[in-house]
Structures are given as C-alpha cells and as structure tokens.
C-alpha cells in the first residue's frame, strides 16, 4: 500500500527525510562532542555551553517521543548501557588524568 500525502510525497520520500534528518542531527551532536574535546584538552577552555546543547538537545528528542509513546523495553534497555559505558569511561578518564 503506498500513501500519498497532500503535496505529493510517498512513504519512502517521508522514510528517507526522516533517515536524513537522523544522519544529521547525530553529526551534529558528535561534532560538538569534538569540539568540546578539542577546547579541552588542548585550549584548556570550558566547554559547557556544547556540552549543553548536546544534552540539552537529547532531552527535547526524548521528550517528543515520550509524549507520543514510542519509547520501548529495548530502547529504555540500550539508554542504561549507554549511560553505564558513559560513567565508565568518566570515572576511567578522571582517575588517568589526575
């Protein structure tokens, strides 16, 4: 069954934007990641303002997708080992760097 929208686009047109607009935003976020990296280490410079935006921009997606109730068991699952690696590496990376 193809779905034709009002102005013209078909379900693989919306599957591809939405694909583009992932790829995106994910080389945004991983880019001011670097930079953040990059003032750190070697300009010696806070670097929060980025940070924030990164985090900042987490919590509006996590938002809209649990107003409209798509979040899963797996997703949720994928989050906490995400968050455990993150706490890893911090607490690695603090006790090599003092």
């Known amino acids: 069954m193809n779905t034709t929208f009002p102005d013209g686009r078909d ?3 919306v599957a591809v934007e939405n694909a583009s ?6 080389f945004i976020c991983y880019g001011l990641l670097l930079v953040v990296i990059y003032r750190n280490y070697f300009k ?5 303002d980025l940070l924030g935006l990164v985090i900042l921009s987490g919590f509006v997606h996590l938002v809209y997708q649990a107003s409209n109730k ?5 997703w949720a699952r994928a989050v906490a080992i995400n ?3 993150a706490c890893i590496l911090a607490a690695l990376i ?5």
């Open 83 to 85: 968050i455990s690696i």
């Open 11 to 13: 379900e693989r047109t």
């Open 70 to 74: 798509v979040l899963s068991r797996q």
């Open 44 to 48: 010696h410079d806070s670097s929060w």
């Open 94 to 98: 603090a006790m090599f760097r003092h």
């Open 21 to 26: 607009f992932s790829f995106a935003y994910s």
